[in-house]
């Protein structure tokens, strides 16, 4: 029985003048097979890799930082704006004044799937109120550290933004249930390990650098918190309120009717974060 021990192919060769038809067809057939693809995959703006995004839940840790106003109207019809927040430095900015109004502060972080993340944090607010005072509306601010880490890695603090108005409405208890999401300018930087942008310039200042009340007030971190790429916001999912209790009902309590109280829900999801690829992963797209 005989095997096949050496194969060698059978060349047949064309050859036409360069000004030909043919030679013509040749370079014109080679152009398109080699920089038509080329051409596609480049206007379609997905050669090169400027940006991606990646699906992610931040670490979200309430570093139990707080700022609470209350508006409505004293007894007497005349405007009422009372301030609590959960740090007693802040507080003494404000104990000269009548703004100030001692409340009972609650938190719990709540991790539902233990995975080692915080999907929602629940903060309660009992605000004590004076015989006739009225509560029309709510603004807090919630001061958290945040972490992303799955593509780019970053840490930063960040304020999220609450806020419900009745009208004219007296509010006797109020309840906000709403998601905290990332919100970006442009995207992240993939490489490299964690970096703190806003380390140098916090939305809330340590304790010793407190001068005024206008450096911690509402305005103030809110306009810092808009100057970032990075910060955080709130998407409300519902806000609730009842009316406080009528004085007429029989089973009226005085202890009852003389409290405002708050509940806000915030949850923390999985959601898109933008960031700038890795040359490897930009190469890998374009290969």
Known sequence: MALEVFREPLYRRYYAQSSSAACLYTIFYAFILIFLPLFIAYSSSSFWIKESTVYEQPDFQYNYNALFQFHG?????????????SSTAINDLYSRSDLLRSSILTSAELDDNRDGLTDRVEIGVRLPLAVGEKITRLDALIFADVRVQEKAKVSFDGAVYITHSSGT????????????????RWPMRAKGGFRSPYDKEPLLPTI??????????????????????????????????SAPINPDDPTYASAAASVFNTTLTLRIPSQHILYTPTVSEVLKFAW
């Open 73 to 85: 109207f004293s007894s007497d019809g005349s405007p009422l704006n009372l301030f609590w927040s």
């Open 208 to 241: 010793y650098e407190y001068t005024s009340a206008s450096e911690v007030s509402f305005p103030a971190v809110l306009r810092k918190s808009a100057a970032r790429n990075l910060s955080l916001s709130f998407e409300p999912n519902f806000s609730y309120f």
């Open 169 to 184: 409405a007296a509010m006797g208890s109020l309840e906000i249930d709403g998601d905290v999401v990332i919100r970006q």
